[in-house]
């Protein structure tokens, strides 16, 4: 592989940035997203906590600078958010991150969940239901 100019290479972290999806679903519909337009369907499939223990502990042996919780999805749909967490927590990870749409009336452990995470980025697509880019599918119904 042809190596990476060193004018390049200052905003580049030392260590990777890995994402992970432990549900493969949202509650909304972004106009601007694979998800929202279900090009990627919801389904009730979540990740086992045994899957995600043995993804963290060989990106805790290569070393990470950050571990996002979340690509195309909800985070918040994963109800073991709160024990995957403190799970990546418990291996020195150094920045776990999130990004939600906190558009649902109560995420379960949600402040709990909050203790392990370092950076959560809220994604605010409208204001009104005018403007609104999305169209809300609330909590009871979020696998559609
Ligand atoms: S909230 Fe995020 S994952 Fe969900 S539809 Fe919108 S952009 Fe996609």
Redo the contacts with the bound molecule.
Sequence with gaps: MEKIPDQLTWALPEKPIFSIDTTNA?N???K??S??QRYEKNTKDVMSYKLFTSIIEKIADIGASALNLFV???PFLQQNLLKFASYAKSKSIADINLSS?LSFPEPKDFIKTLGYIDKLIV?V?GFSQKNLF?KPLWWKNRFC
């Design positions: 949202c909304l519909f972004c601007c997203c998800r929202g195309f999805t909800e749409n994604s697509s999305y």
